[in-house]
């Protein structure tokens, strides 16, 4: 009989997935190979998927428009596999086109995947099982004036604006009044099929109006088994733009450990308990969005995936291998979780000011000097357009960094604010 070892990833490889694997497995001995199952019909380079990766034991490259070819192309892999996961939102639609061929591998539905990819339809599934851990919520269906005072009536001013399908905060907007509602609508109408062919979505667009809430955001990781027990990762703090300023939603700072107290963090997880079963969630992580109003907690959203910065924030602070136990919860085994955290650490985005072409950027030498500095990635460049997150732009750096004393890293965090600095020339 063949030998369960393989871990496959669906069209993107995950960055530094295949160390993760080989660190559990020097700790272990448990060894396994890992894949990768490239979608042809995306026309990905081997860079943007990751088949180029040294290391990487299988590439399989099939076409998923074709269900035929999909399922002759996996049958030779059909005992061997252990685990499959999708670890970028983008993709998650190939994920649920490949679960019909994979029926003896433990795997989230094909439907409650869709569930938890359309915002809407979320949303919808929170209501019925408890419409205390929802926001009000609408879909906007187009901009006549007619559909616009109907939304406002239903959610009331301010509310969130926002697509269904996307993730990122992009295209995400807070709408105050009328005139605003107007220009909001018509920029995101004009925008989001560009926006969704860009990030791999081939998802109808829509577009939703949801309840603002005016509270502290929060969001945490938890593993679902195939019997739907849930084990949580430590809870994390998020900042958006609008927190710092900005007129913009993005994930500005993630920081953790927080200093929640036991009896808020096990109320958070019972209303995240709440939405992942509304979902039907099993054999997954789920990456759970929450904002807290006085000490009331909703949930913003949920996606069957692991969420952006984990792995690093709770290695880094925990000593929790992330990666690996997304595919230890996919096979059936329990996650390790170790009980103590020894540093704190922050994952930021950072975005310019205004909107325009990049002129200049100074003081990196200045933050990689930093005590709590861990690692930067620089996305965009000199001469590269700055775009807001709401206008569909990614971030120009991820910034990580972390320490043992929360004091210091708050201390880092705001010399990074006042060294980084980016000038924009308006067009």
Known sequence: MATKNIIAYVSKLPE????????????????????????????????????????????????????????????????????????AESYIADFAKLIPHIPYVSTPTDESIAWASDKLTMRRHFKMWDPKITPKFTQIKNQTPEEIDRVAKMIGYPMIVKPT??????????????????????????????????????????????????????????????????????????????????????????????ILSKESIAMAETVSTKGIHALGLRSTTAHVELMRVDNDWKIIEIGARIGGFRHDLHMTTCGINHSMNDALIRMGKKPIIPKKCGKFAAAMKWYAATEGTIASIKGVKKIEALESFNHLTQ?????????????????????????????????????????????????
């Not at 019997?227 to 990762?233: E, L, T, Y």
Request: hydrophobic share 40%.
């Open 16 to 87: 530094g997935v295949i160390e993760t694997v080989r660190q559990h497995t020097r700790e272990t001995g448990e060894e396994y190979r890992v894949m990768l199952i490239e979608n042809t019909d995306r026309n990905l380079t081997a860079k943007q998927s990751g088949a180029g990766v040294e290391d990487l034991d299988i590439v399989l490259r099939v076409d998923f428009t074709k269900p035929f070819a999909l399922h002759e192309a996996l049958m030779p892999y059909a005992d061997e596999l252990c685990a499959v996961s999708c670890r």
């Open 165 to 258: 399908n996307l993730a990122q905060s992009l295209l995400v907007s807070v709408v105050h009044h009328e005139a605003e509602m107007k220009k909001v609508l018509k920029d995101t109408f004009s925008l989001i099929e560009k926006t969704y062919k860009e990030n791999g979505r081939t998802e109808a667009p829509r577009v939703i109006a949801e309840e603002y809430m005016d509270g502290i955001m929060y969001s945490v990781d938890a593993y679902v088994s195939a019997r739907g027990k849930v084990d949580f990762c430590p809870i994390v703090r998020i900042k958006t733009g609008k927190d710092i300023g900005r007129d913009d939603f993005y994930g500005y700072l993630q920081m953790t450990p927080t």
């Open 379 to 427: 996305i965009k460049k000199r001469g590269d357009k700055a775009i807001f997150a709401k206008n569909g732009g990614k971030a120009i750096f991820h910034i990580f960094l972390a320490h043992g004393d929360r004091s210091q890293l708050l201390a880092d965090i705001r010399r990074v604010e006042e060294y980084l600095q980016v000038e924009v020339t308006r067009a």
